[in-house]
């Protein structure tokens, strides 16, 4: 296979879910990769890689790597590079990785538990920093419902730190969510800028937070099957970032 | 004046501080601008705004002010506009507003109150979002030192979506600062991925809190002046999105 045109055509949401590949850029991203459970399918790199140590590190890291478990690592020019970056100014780096198969059936369920759920949140940066902070703040499992943008899209894992490489992350019909919190007993909170301060409500043990599209919010058939509709108390700005705000309900909510 | 060179002009820092002028993109900035107590000093606008109600309704509007306060609206072509512009897909109006005059002398005394500190935070995105976390949550005031990008940079106003317009917002030294703090009594915290966590500290009345840089964190120099180090309770990531970190600090924190 030339890694070149895979990388190329994972940028695609289509190929990424054909191919059950995903594309990870940058020397922190493929750092996290490395050492992570996921499975490397080959890398690509220019040569400003190595002209930083951390990057020849990387290079050298990636080549014991590549050694053991027999993956590809190809040098490729910075015009060939930058025709499969998604970065304005690649490090020169990148690697194609399997998505992981995640389903319901892998979810923990621990009395006490929290789930993160995206209904529609768009904005790749936001959908992130989500998973960054759901990882960080010990939510089991994140859910993304139809409309959130593709959690494998290059700048969510970019956004993510690595995040999502160990973090139970994956992609879900509205259906199948209800069916498995109405199995496990877990309840369900939609955030709104609106609603109740959340603080008037009684904690779930079992908890899954949903949080919606940057304008219009959480979707109307998701909001017929919360519990509750809870807010945080803000004045003077119609609204916080959703990233700020399921930030502060993650932490406020944390088990 | 040809407004349409202020704007192209006012891309720049050193011309905004020195015009003591900046501009507010998109209707949404523009709506929030007109009604805030911010002196307007003219608006450009290009065809496609009046193609949607919601711009219609602005340019109405817009229309109405200048004939009460006396400044100019101005339409230009298309290309003429996205000259001017910041955003790939202009919608059509920005307008040039004064820089309002700020400083420590307008700042509240109030026995308990809250500051928000930002040492050298860079993204012009993240700090966009602290300004509307920051008035959303009740923080008196916001107070960026050298090294943090431009408040009036078109990117944080945008981001801020009309926060600063009225949120206490402005430049400082940290000599200016310390001293401030020390006058009124307010204590400064800074944060840190590795500090002990807040909990652990009683929490003063008056509070100044400290975000640092997005790689490097606070500066050594504000270390030093800082009465704690604080930080989350994080797990699996090495730190949480600034603004996160922040939204979650002033949400724990408020009064």
Known sequence: VNLLTV????????????????VAEGVRAVEELL????????????????????GAALRRALDEAAAE??????????????????????QGVLAIAGIPERSFEK?????????????????????????RTAAALGVATTVALPGTVDLWNAKVVRGAMG????????????DA??????QHDIALWATTASGAPFETFAVPDRLAIAVGNEGAGVSPTLLQHASATVSLPIRHVESL??????GI????LRV
């Open 69 to 90: 478990r027999g993956f590809a690592v190809r040098t490729v020019s910075e015009a060939e590079f930058r025709s499969a970056a998604e970065t304005e100014s690649p």
């Open 163 to 174: 995040a999502h490489f160990r973090h139970l992350a994956f992609h879900s019909t509205l």
């Open 241 to 246: 970032n959703v990233a700020v705000a399921t």
């Open 249 to 252: 309900f993650l932490y406020e």
């Open 35 to 54: 050492t992570s459970p996921l499975s490397i399918q080959g890398v690509l790199t220019s040569p400003p890689l190595e002209t930083v140590p951390r």
């Open 107 to 131: 979810c923990e369920t621990d009395p006490r538990h929290r789930m993160l759920v995206l209904d529609g949140v768009q904005d790749p940066g936001n959908v992130g920093t989500m998973l």
């Open 7 to 22: 990388a190329r055509d994972l940028r695609r949401r289509r190929a990424r879910e054909r191919e059950h590949l995903f």
């Open 177 to 182: 969510l209800l069916a498995h919190l109405e």
